[in-house]
């Protein structure tokens, strides 16, 4: 069913909501993803929504998850699709595909220029912006009766920088072209959007608008997500963030509480005329369900509890959602008003039941802590990288061609990128990110800073590290993570990138030297694969102790993990590549680098040895 007509024939008491998904990177992950898709459909969300990597990368992918979400769970989804960057043929074909699949809401995109041009050169001419895809589609009398059609909209601004009227006019022009509604990107400047909200209605747009909503996960995401889409963050709410930047669970649990206050502001406000809102889940469950338990919205019955309205929620040992901050309780309060509570789901109880157990376990919350590159290959949320709202599993350099030449320089020989390595981890203002490390140096790499400059200094280029950690508090500003009270534990690890030479000497050092407590992963860009590891073996790395907890393992390093690292890896040189003309010295040396080096991982698992991994490399 199309979207347009589900939000227009709503009659309910409480507004709509949508969650969003990437298609996750590795097999395991898909199949995890799958099921938390499944508990949160008990939800009953107007839709799932599904992103598109750019150029069509996930393009198998998204289109799988998003047929199986609709055909398995019997709910509507919204396919992301970007028609940029795309080979000719394969926007046809796509909407084929979906429309074969059943998949009738699609949310058209522009997508990211590609690399290799200053200046943006379509792949397919006919695309250039969104607009084009939306006048395709409804130009096309095999579609164009047959999808209904989002767009997207940003609220701070978009990234290339245009006003904002002139922001207001294209998106005028896509709904002029037969867009049914508006999907913004994320923000949390709640004035700010009512503002961005008003002009849009003066200017004639009429469709309805869907909020984006990023529940914050994590301290150091949410600066670089914010930073790559443009977000305005309100100086209230880095003062909020910055006193509990190091407590993980203090950081989710204001994410929370910070996404219920702006959906309660947007929803109770008549002036807006926010009747839906999209989730976006970076491909977690636990955040957003609570702020809709908080909203009352979750459709499974009411609170069992009062509720404490604290200052600083954050702070007691109670339930997550038995304390709530004096702004949102009023919000709450005016929530409730607005949308009294429905009526009991007429969804079967044993079902919500089975949904409820399956909630207080570990089914929804065993990959909270940390996620991204350096997490578990299990996770659905495993491979969040360098992407924006609307891609976050994105394989991209992160910054724009003239930082990154402006940054990285323009490398010609090995020495140069040796310097380059150097200088980064030097913290030299002049380099203060590398492709593969796109934040400063952390304190906690700083711990170990001697030994990777030794490494470097051989020419391996370290882009992975963390020293070996034993039973540090879990609040420790450096090392610690997840929720206070607990111990973390690290075993040291470092992956870099080096020549050919290298491996053999790896090899025989380990068998001769690695006394049982080594293991590795070694591969190059066209396949090649070495280990000393069984194909089934899985090494936690990083692991943490909490009360009234099992044990997390929050970070593990096995075969299918390296494997799409390696991918990931090995494409950046040829993202970085493309930023310098063809047949250029930069290009050839960065070229030649991709197709000739090895990326290495190394564990050493002794964690009460702290020095146990560099003697090992580093000692005759």
């Known amino acids: 069913m199309k979207l347009i007509d589900k939000i227009l024939q709503y009659t309910g008491d409480t507004p709509l909501y949508t969650f969003e998904f990437f298609p996750p990177r590795t097999d395991q992950g898909f199949s995890n993803l799958l099921s938390r898709i499944s508990r949160l459909t008990t939800l009953h969300p107007l839709a799932i929504s599904v992103t598109w990597g750019a150029g069509g990368s996930t393009r198998e992918r998204t289109l799988e998850l998003a047929g199986m979400s609709q055909a398995e769970f019997n709910v509507e989804t919204l396919m992301h699709f970007t028609c940029t960057n795309m080979e000719i043929g394969m926007v046809d074909e796509a909407l084929k595909s979906a429309k074969e699949k059943g998949i009738q809401n699609i949310l058209a995109l522009r997508g990211d220029p590609p690399r290799g041009s200053e200046y943006w050169i379509p792949t397919d001419p006919r695309f250039v912006h969104a607009v084009d895809l939306v006048k395709y589609i409804r130009s096309n009398p095999e579609y164009a ?68 909503i990023m529940p914050i996960q994590n301290y150091t995401s949410f600066l670089r997500m914010t930073k790559l889409c443009g977000t305005k963050v309100p100086e209230e709410v880095i003062n909020a963030l910055e006193p509990i930047r190091s407590d993980d669970q203090k950081v989710k649990d204001y994410g929370v509480e910070l996404a219920t206050s702006i959906i309660a502001q947007l929803t109770t406000d008549q002036e807006t005329g926010i009747k839906a809102v999209h989730f976006c889940t970076l491909n977690l469950e636990k955040s957003v369900r609570r702020v809709l338990e908080n909203l009352g919205w979750s459709h ?42 429905s009526s009991p789901s007429l969804q079967p109880q044993l079902q919500l039941e089975v949904a409820n157990v399956e909630m207080s376990g570990m089914a929804s919350t065993w990959d909270e802590f940390p996620n991204g ?25 992160g910054v724009s061609r003239s930082q990154a030449l402006l940054e990285w320089g323009s490398p010609r020989t090995l020495d140069d990128l040796t310097g380059l390595f150097e200088r980064y981890l030097k913290s030299d203002p002049s380099t203060p990110t590398t492709p593969f490390s796109p934040d400063p140096i952390l304190p906690e790499t700083q711990t170990i800073l001697p030994q990777l400059f030794k490494l470097t200094a051989r020419g391996w280029w370290t882009v992975g590290s963390q020293p070996a950690v034993d039973a540090a508090p879990s609040h420790d500003a450096v090392v610690g993570w997840g929720p206070a009270g607990g111990f973390v534990f690290q075993k040291a690890f470092v992956e870099f990138f080096c020549g050919e030479a290298t491996i053999p000497w790896l090899e025989e050092r380990i068998r001769v030297k690695g006394e049982g407590y080594i293991s590795y992963f070694a591969g190059k860009n066209e396949g090649e694969l ?30 299918e993990g390296f494997l799409a690292w390696k991918e990931e890896a090995f494409s950046i040189w040829t993202e970085w590549a493309l930023l310098f003309p063809p047949n250029s010295p930069e290009r050839v040396l960065l070229e030649q680098v991709r197709d000739q080096m090895w990326l290495v991982s190394i564990v050493h698992h002794d964690f009460k040895d702290v020095n146990g991994l560099w003697r090992f490399l580093l000692e005759d």
């Not at 767009?151 to 207001?168: N, R």
């Not at 509720?307 to 038995?322: K, N």
């Not at 997490?375 to 394989?395: H, K, M, T, V």
């Open 145 to 212: 009766s047959y999808f209904c059609i989002g767009v997207a909209a940003y609220p701070d601004g978009h990234t290339d920088g245009l006003p904002e009227e002139e922001q207001i006019t294209h998106l005028k022009a896509k709904v002029d072209a037969g867009a049914d509604f508006i999907v913004t990107q994320l923000f949390y400047d709640v004035e700010g959007f009512k503002r961005w909200i008003k002009k849009v209605r003066e200017a004639g747009i009429t469709v309805p608008i869907l909020p984006g």
């Open 300 to 341: 499974q019955g009411t609170r069992k509890h009062n509720q404490v309205i604290d200052d600083m929620p954050a702070t007691h040992h109670l339930p997550d959602d038995a304390v709530v901050s004096p702004v949102v309780a009023s919000e709450l309060a005016k929530n409730a008003l607005t949308h009294p509570p």
């Open 373 to 397: 590159r350096f997490g578990d290959s299990n996770s659905p949320a495993y491979g969040i990288g360098s992407g924006d709202q609307w891609d976050p599993g994105a394989r991209r350099l």
């Open 530 to 559: 070495l280990t000393n590891l069984r194909e089934e073996d899985r090494n936690a790395v990083t692991w943490g102790v909490f009360p009234g907890q099992e044990i997390a393992q929050s970070t593990i390093i096995e075969r």
